[in-house]
Structures are given as C-alpha cells and as structure tokens.
C-alpha cells in the first residue's frame, strides 16, 4: 500500500543496496579477531600475582587457603584418634592421605608422624622441583621432592603444592630448615608437642602465631620423637610460644591473643619454664 502511494507521487522506490564487498570482508576480520581473542590464552605476565618479598616461593593464595582451613578445626576435633586428627591436618594443608603411595611418589604417611616432618609449606608450582643444594643441616642433598608434592597436593586450595617438610634448623634466625632454604618459602603451620609429657601439640604460623592446639588419643607418634620435635624449636622463636600456650593451657586460660609479639611480656614465666622442661 505504501509502494502504490509512492507511485502515485511519481516516487521510484529501489530495493536497499548489498553492502560493499570490502565491508563484509572486514566485517568478518572484526569476528574472526574477537573470537581469537576470546579463545587465547591469558598470558601469567598479566595476571596480579601475590609475591612475598622476602620468601617469593609461597603460594600465597594457597597459604591463606591453608589457614582457613586451620582455623575451621576445633579443639575437640584435634582431640580425638591421632590417625583421624592426622588426617584432618593433612586436609587443612592441602595434602592427601596416601600411606601405601611409594615413597618418592606422594606418600603422606610420614607426615606428623616422627619429630621432624611437621612443618606444612605451601610454594609454588615452579619451586617445588627445587632440591637441597646441601645448605640444609641433616636433609641429604638433592632432596628432589617436587613429583610427590603433584601428586599428593589437593588443588582446590590454590596454584602451588603443600607437603609436610623438615624442621632441621628452624630454631635458627633466619629460619636455615626445608621450607625457607629449599623452596624460599613461609611455613603455612608448624607442629610442635608441647612439655612437659608431650600429649598436646600447637599449630603455630612462620611468624608463631597461635593458630590450634589438641590433645590426641590412641596410638601417638613415639614419645623419642615428640620431645625430639620439641628440641628441634629449642633456641628459636616458636619456643617462647610453645611455652606461652602450655601454660596457658594448664591455667586454662584463653589463647586467642597468644602471637610472637606478645610473648615478651611473658619472658619470666618462660624463663622458668625452661628449667622444669630442658
């Protein structure tokens, strides 16, 4: 009907013209551009990634993670059948259960169970190849622990691995043990068994803050290795800690607000601490 009224003003109408070839050619450059762009990989360069300065082989997103976690377990549930509170430990660091893995292969089952695999550690993918070049005292040199730590790390904490490393020289300042040497990385946790009949341990940061305490059952790790686990902290300063909050356990008093800073203002109960306990 409109065409007839324009043909009666003596209008012409013309059927709308095809777009120019060079327009439908870059036309189709523009989707062809956009759709690499959406399928390329993201470069890592581009990415803000968490460093720590002075350790930049933490997985700091996975350290938090751990952390987290730390923070879910309560008293009564570190309190219960060791090897049920071991595995609990092994979830919270972002490690799998694997007791009849080869060693070398991802077996866990060492972990927090002698004196000296209790530190937790959290690094990056590219640094858990790294091997002891033999600075570390006691740890034999090589050390290659990275196709394990694959293998058994739970991914959904974060980029990077977990594994249970050595104590070896954490009473030193800076830290000379597995986690700070080796991989140059933070210790999400430490364990240590408190005194005086070390059947309570303390789960303590690299900065030795509080984090959790239990008091297990059933068949724990042997009593040579847990005062063997103390006296690997002896002279360093997770000690003061561990004394703080052993006795803060026996008057039971609070331990929110137990932290390395603090602990000074309990330097003489800690001084007498170690004469009942060395």
Request: hydrophobic content about 40%; some cysteine; proline content about 7%.
């Amino acid at each position: 009907m409109t065409a007839m009224a324009f043909a009666r003003l003596g209008v012409r109408l013309h059927a709308p013209r095809a777009p120019k070839r060079w327009a439908r050619c870059f036309s189709v450059q523009v989707a062809l551009l956009a759709l690499v762009a959406l399928c390329a990989p993201v470069c890592p360069s581009t990415l803000h990634v968490q460093v720590d300065p002075q350790y930049p082989g933490t997985a700091l997103e996975r350290l938090q993670g751990i952390h987290f976690r730390v923070k879910t377990l309560s008293t009564e549930e570190l309190s219960g059948e060791w090897q049920e509170v071991r595995r609990r430990l092994l979830w919270a660091g972002g490690l799998r259960d694997l007791p009849d893995v080869p060693p070398g292969r991802g077996c866990t089952a060492h972990s927090f169970n002698d004196d000296t695999h209790c530190d937790l550690t959290a690094m990056l993918g590219d640094v858990a190849h790294n091997q002891n070049d033999g600075n570390i005292q006691g740890i034999a040199t090589g050390n290659l622990l990275g196709p394990g730590i694959q293998v058994a790390s739970l991914p959904e904490l974060g980029p990077g691995g977990s594994w249970s490393t050595c104590m070896n020289g954490c009473h030193l300042e800076p830290p000379q043990d597995v986690a700070h040497v080796q991989f140059r990385s933070r210790v999400a946790f430490k364990l240590v068994w408190c005194p005086p009949a070390f059947k309570k341990f303390v789960l303590v940061d690299d900065d030795g803050n509080y984090l959790a305490h239990g008091e297990p059952s059933g068949e724990l790790p042997h009593e040579i290795w847990r005062k063997s686990n103390y006296e690997l902290v002896k002279g360093g300063r997770i000690l003061e800690l561990v004394l703080v909050v052993t006795l803060k356990l026996v008057w039971l008093l609070p331990l929110r607000s137990v932290s390395y800073s603090r602990k000074l203002s309990c330097s003489r109960i800690c001084s007498r601490s170690r004469k009942l306990w060395q």
